[in-house]
């Protein structure tokens, strides 16, 4: 532990000291508090809070490493040391400082006037995410859809109304933006990161006030820090297997380099089939990580830099009977979904028909994947009294998409005949199909059609948030800052694409003819590309805040602020027309291919909106208190609302692309003892303006415009009964619903269950100088409406996962885990290409099967 580090915690251990004479709520078992005005002695280093040891808890209801009893402090020197690391459990959950959302230094987490989730690397172990968004899982409020595969994540914040992606979450590193824009079309920001054992914690914030601070967003923030480097050097090694044959390998190493120089790096390679196997890997590749600290006088420096190549497969729906209006679902005759996929090896390397002459060739192995560097500079430092804090980010990442998305609901190879010859049939009294090799396909075989897509998507940001604070009267403090990003996003797009094929796992193409000599598909290939739009997009923003943090007394302490911030962007954007690819009107397959004229529209729009936040914290007693916020944010539009505008006067006009208002309200309550922790909050939620699009089948984009309002309550709970005995239940209810727009004024928000939550046991059995841990989780995610018209019912599921992990001394640990291990046939999302649901065969995407997970690790 570094000098600065040591000097923290005395002089948190004496202010803790001086308050506990005078509280008498406190324990004898709780360790010595942060100050709720926990800036005073942290001021220059906002990330430089103690290190949670890697089996502690940073928040009990949030995972299960916060075992502990009653009384557990109070064995003395007669404790085992798995009676010492529960008894440090509850301490570091009550010590427990956060800094996001905070305007200088950090705040301890009970003393925080805002909704936030903390989660530190055992947790995150314990959690057994299968991608970085499935983190999601452990906050209350939040539905991640991860079933898409390590990216392109559909994700959820507490009544926000969004159609897909993630709009409402913004992705950090070390404090700041990794890309400024939450979401695009094809990009979402988890997908930007890949959670390996270089990650010390991450903090999720909800609402609250981010909305002045860093990108502004409205919605949820999730921080991921880093580990530093410290006197004492550290290093792992770890090895996976598991599901899939997955092979997979995490290093990691950080220490003292020279006086007041610190560094650390460590990354992963991994390989897999994954659960769904197309048979080609799923997810292959890896990433490095390092970063390099220095120690200055009253202050730091940490310079960072990651590197990431990593190919993961995209899954979308697979076929499924529907009856009773949807309420049932059940499996599709020969199609396991838990884990099949239609994606094969016969299809994995498909063509492109782009125009005459172009042919453009693609492979479903590269998927939704990852191939980026970052850089970053996070400094802070004390300066003659005023704190200084500047952030940069730099972002250069591919972030391509190359996968299958599903069509029209499976049919019967008979009615598709039919349907062929309807269409395409003068003069035609029969169609004859067969699979590739030439054997003819049953008519009674079912079959779907697929797009097989490719999205070329190259992105590039700098963002730089610089805040000057300093105490300008008796107890309170101001801060003044600035936010600047530029940003830009180059696309080539190939939609369409379609395919016919069985529908069955690893499916066969299929060829169909008409006896017109009309060719209906080709290779498989029985659709054109539909939509192929070329476009760069430029976008700046500019935002200026300031803040003030007013310690009225020892109990009260409030905070407000306010934002005004500018948005510029600006588009070039193919114009498109249709041509046959290869000028044969017999060869109906790439009839109609879109493709640009070479002419292009120049888009442009500047928004200038202005947010506010205001919020306080009572202090009940030493380790209990209620807080209260109302804030104001906004979104800009994005790129891709300029290209759907598609001219100059529908993007100037804001009654078609307004600037969307959000409104939130919320109260909350804190607390942790040894016995138990509670974090609960009420929240309200007003939006005005948001913009939805819809991407069909044929390649026809739907947008709409339309408001929401939602109430809910949030909830984080763990009790420890026993001593090593840590019970926890995590989740949220919401009534969330349209309003404004008539056609969907009243249904409820699409993607969102009224009910979810988490149960959570755990058990810490001590073996001498060793110990066993057994964990698992029960989930329940309730009903939902895949659509905004709530004509896709999705119903509730409910899974159960159980884990385990056994130390050997302080050096080796073995670890297993088991998700889904009832084999729940649960949806995460309807036939997103078609805007209505019904009964019989249909397209969803539902959860993974069955999966395990086992690893083995040596500490150093």
């Not at 209350?140 to 009544?159: C, D, F, K, M």
């Not at 709009?167 to 988890?190: A, D, H, K, R």
């Not at 007003?686 to 415009?705: H, K, M, P, S």
Request: hydrophobic residues 35%.
């Amino acid at each position: 532990m570094s000098s600065i580090s040591l000097a923290i915690l005395t002089l948190a251990h004496q202010a803790s000291h001086a308050q506990a004479a005078q509280e008498t709520t406190a324990t004898p078992q709780q360790a010595p508090a942060v100050p709720q005005d926990a800036q005073a002695t942290v001021p220059a280093t906002p990330q430089q809070t103690p290190a949670a040891p890697q089996d502690a808890t940073a928040a009990a209801p949030a995972a299960q490493d916060s075992a502990g009893a009653s009384g557990a402090g109070a064995q003395g020197g007669g404790q085992t040391g798995a009676q010492a690391a529960t008894s440090n459990a509850v301490q570091n959950e009550i010590q427990q400082v956060v800094v996001t959302g905070v305007a200088t230094g950090g705040v301890r987490k009970l003393d925080s006037a805002f909704s936030i989730t903390t989660a530190s690397e055992e947790q995150l172990k314990q959690a057994s995410p299968s991608s970085t968004a499935d983190i999601l899982k452990l906050v209350p409020g939040v539905y991640a859809e991860a079933t898409g595969g390590q990216s392109g994540a559909n994700i959820e914040v507490r009544g926000f109304p969004s159609g897909s992606d993630s709009p409402f979450v913004s992705v950090q590193l070390m404090g700041n933006p990794i890309y400024p824009v939450p979401t695009l079309s094809f990009f979402e920001g988890s997908s930007a990161f890949r959670l390996d054992d270089t990650v010390e914690r991450v903090e999720v914030l909800r609402g609250g006030p981010s909305t002045i601070f860093s990108s502004g967003q409205p919605g949820a923030t999730m921080n991921f820090i880093l580990k530093k480097g410290t006197d004492t050097p550290e290093g792992s090694i770890r090895f996976s297997t598991g599901t899939g044959e997955l092979r997979r390998v995490d290093v990691y190493y950080g220490g003292k380099i020279a006086d007041n120089w610190y560094g650390t790096i460590g990354g992963f390679y991994r390989n897999t089939n994954g659960v769904r196997d197309a048979g080609f890997p799923a997810d292959k590749g890896g990433q490095i990580t390092a970063t390099l600290t220095r120690k200055l006088d009253q202050g730091e420096v940490t310079f960072y830099a990651r590197r990431t190549d990593d190919k993961n497969a995209f899954y979308t729906g697979v076929p499924l009977i529907s009856s009773n209006e949807g309420r049932t679902i059940s499996e599709f005759p020969g199609f396991d979904p838990l884990t099949g996929t239609l994606m094969s090896g016969e299809m994995r390397r498909f063509t492109v028909e782009a125009g005459p002459g172009r042919t453009l060739n693609y492979d479903l192995g590269d998927g939704r994947g990852l191939k980026s560097t970052v850089f970053g500079i996070d400094f802070a430092q004390t300066i003659s009294g005023w704190n200084v804090s500047n952030k940069f980010n730099y972002f250069d990442g591919d972030l391509n998409t190359v996968a299958m998305f599903t069509g029209n609901n499976p049919l019967s190879m008979s009615a598709y005949n039919a349907n062929a010859l309807a269409t395409y049939g003068a003069g035609a009294t029969r169609a004859t199909a067969r699979y590739l090799d030439g054997t003819p396909v049953a008519a009674d075989q079912q079959v779907v059609q697929a797009g097989l897509w490719a999205v070329e998507k190259q992105l590039q940001s700098a963002t730089d948030e610089i805040r000057v604070s300093r105490e300008w009267m008796k107890d309170n403090t101001v801060t003044i800052g600035g936010y600047f990003a530029n940003y830009s996003s180059d696309d080539v797009w190939y939609l369409g694409n379609s395919h016919l094929m069985t529908a069955v796992p690893n499916a066969r193409l299929i060829d169909v003819r008409l006896d017109n000599g009309v060719i209906v598909s080709n290779q498989g290939k029985e659709g054109p590309v539909n939509y192929a739009p070329v476009a760069t997009y430029d976008g700046s923003n500019t935002a200026l805040f300031i803040a003030n943090e007013w310690k009225v007394n020892d109990r009260i302490k409030v905070d407000g602020g306010v934002r005004r911030e500018r948005q510029k962007l600006d588009a070039t954007v193919s114009n498109l027309t249709t041509i046959d690819a290869d000028n044969n009107p017999l060869t109906v397959y790439n009839n109609n291919t879109s493709t640009p004229t070479g002419s292009n529209t120049a888009l442009h729009r500047t928004d200038s909106a202005t947010s506010f936040t205001v919020g306080g914290n009572f202090k009940l007693a030493r380790d209990a208190s209620i807080f209260a916020r109302a804030n104001k944010g906004h979104t800009f539009v994005a790129f891709d609302d300029l290209r759907n505008a598609g001219t100059q006067a529908k993007v100037d006009d804001r009654s078609i692309l307004p600037t969307p208002s959000i409104k939130q309200f919320e109260v909350g309550f804190k607390t942790a003892t040894p016995l138990y922790s509670a974090y609960i909050n009420y929240f309200h939620t007003e939006f005005d303006g948001i913009a939805f699009q819809q991407i069909l089948a044929d390649g026809t984009i739907l947008n709409r415009v339309s408001g929401s309002k939602g109430n809910g309550v949030e909830f984080e709970l763990g009790l420890r009964p026993i001593r090593d005995l840590t019970l926890t239940l995590t989740g949220d209810w919401q009534d969330s619903e349209y309003k404004d727009n008539p056609d969907t004024a009243g249904k409820r928000v699409q993607r969102q269950p009224k009910l979810q939550y988490r149960f959570t046991p755990s058990y810490r059995i001590p073996i001498g100088d060793n110990e066993l841990k057994l964990y698992g989780t029960f989930t329940y995610i309730g009903d939902r409406w895949a659509d905004q018209l709530n004509q896709q019912y999705l119903p509730s599921y409910k899974t159960y996962d159980l884990g385990a992990v056994f130390r050997i001394g302080e050096k080796i640990e073995f670890r297993v885990s088991g998700n889904n291990l009832s084999n729940e046939l649960g949806l995460t999302e309807g036939n997103s290409r078609l805007t209505t649901g019904g009964t019989g065969p249909i397209n969803a995407r539902p959860l993974f099967g069955r999966t395990w997970e086992a690893s083995v690790m040596y500490r150093f």
